[in-house]
C-alpha cells in the first residue's frame, strides 16, 4: 500500500533523475484540485502517473506536478503547450439543469431484489443519499446547500465527456475506518430516455461510494453528450486521493479490496486493474447498522444468503478466469475454493462454491485442504496435474470416515420446480484432495473436472 514516506522518497527520487534529464518538474501544493484551471482532466492509477512522468522525461517534455492535502496529484504539462479550456459557465448551467430536474423528487434504486435499496433526495435545503431495507437505513452521504464547506462540485470528465461531480460528506460513522462515510455523486447525459434516474452505485473503497444519476436535459449542453470527444494538445493526468492506512487487516497492504455487495470483499493483488491474478480471498466485515445488535454468525443462514449474493457478483463481474482469462459465467460449470477471513485477517470459514447447469452450491471445505496463503494468489499453489485423471485414479487419501471434505450448509438457486438439493458429495471431491491439495478454479465438462490451475 502506498505510504507517505514511500511517496516522498519517489518524489525526490524522480526529482532528481528528471533534472538530470533536463526535463521541467516542479511540485506545488494545493487544498484542492478545483483550484486548477478547467481542463480536460483524466484519473489514473499511481503506477500509471509514475510511467506518464519517465515517458515524459524521456521525450523532453515539460511539466510540473500539483500535490493536493487528500494525498492526489496531477501532471500538468507547461501552459505554453495549449490546453484546450472548457467554455465559461458550463459547470454553472449544468448545475441549474440539475436542479430543475430533481428539485423535490426521490430517485430510487435497487440493484439487489430483496435487499438494499438507494434512495436519492433533493430539497430545497439538503441533498441526501440512503441506503436502506426494512430493518435498516445508512445514509451514504448529505450536503446542505447553504453551507460553503459542505458544497463541493467540479467539472469531470472520463473518455467520452463530461459530466458534474458533487462531492456530499457527512454520512454515517463508518465504524472500521473511524470517519463518515462519503460519496462522490455524479450527473451525466443520456440520450436515450426521458426520465433522471440513478443508473448505478457502487462502493469503490470501503465507505467510500460512486452513485451516477442520469439526467437527459444535461444532453442540452453539448460536451455533456457523448459525442464531445476532442483531441487536445495535453491532458491533466491526476492520481486518486490515498485512503487511509487499514492498521486492523495487515493484508489490505498487498491487497486491494473489490466490494461485492452484503458484507464481502475479493481480495486481489495491489495494483491490479484487470484481475489477472485472481485470488482465493475473500473478506467479511457485517457492520452492525442502526438498530442491529449482534453481527451475523458465520453458521447462521443470514452469513449463507449474504455468501450466495456476494459468489454471484463476484462472477458477474467477471472476477472469475479460466486459463486462457476468460471469465467465467453462470453458464459454466466451475468449482472454485476460497478462504473466507474477517477485517482483523482471521480465519472465518473455508468454503468451496460449484456452479453446476445453472444451480451454485455454496459448502465448507477442511481449511487444511486450502494449504498456507500467505501470498494469496494461485500461483503459490499451482502442482503437477496429472494427465490421467480417469475413474481409475479416484481413490481417497485418508480413511472414507474422514472425508477432507465435509458439506455443511448447502445453498441453491434453482427454479420453484425443484423438490430435492442434489449434494455433491463423491469421489471427485477426494480427487482434488489427493492429486492438488490446493483451491482453484476447475471447469468441468460432463461432470468430470478439468484441471486448469492458472
Known sequence: ??????????????????FALGSALTVHMHETRTNLPQYFTKEIGETEFEELLSRSALEGLKWHVEQFADGSKCYIPEAGQQLAPVTDGVLERGMELVEEATIGVSMEMQPFEHYWRYKFINTEFNKTVIQY??????????MAKADPQSVRRTLERDEDSYYISEKFSNGD??????????????????????????????EYEICRYTLVVSIPSLCEIPIFGPHARQ????????????????????????????????????????????????????????EPLTGQSETISKTDATFFEHLSYACLQLVDMGLLKDSAGKPFTVENNFTWYAKIIGFEGELIEATGLRLRDGKLLIYNVDPELLGEMEEGNLNDYERQVPEDVSNENLKPSGPLDDPAIVQMHIHEFRSDEDDTVEEQYDDYSNLIYEQLGAQGIFPENDGNPLFHPF
Open 1 to 18: 500500500m502506498w505510504r507517505w514516506s514511500d511517496g516522498i522518497r519517489v518524489a525526490v527520487g524522480y526529482a532528481m533523475v528528471f
Open 173 to 202: 460513522m463508518c465504524l472500521f475506518l473511524g470517519e463518515n462515510r462519503t460519496l462522490d455523486v455524479q450527473y451525466r447525459c443520456q440520450y436515450d430516455t426521458p426520465v433522471d434516474f440513478i443508473r448505478s452505485t457502487k
Open 133 to 142: 431495507n426494512e430493518n435498516h437505513k445508512v445514509v451514504l452521504g448529505s
Open 231 to 286: 483531441s487536445p494538445a495535453n491532458t491533466i493526468y491526476c492520481t486518486p486521493a490515498t485512503t487511509p492506512k487499514l492498521d486492523a487487516v495487515t493484508l489490505i497492504e498487498s491487497y486491494k479490496p473489490t466490494f461485492l455487495g452484503f458484507g464481502f470483499y475479493h481480495l486481489s493483488p495491489y495494483p491490479n486493474w484487470t484481475h489477472h491474478d485472481t485470488t482465493a480471498i475473500l473478506m467479511y466485515h457485517q
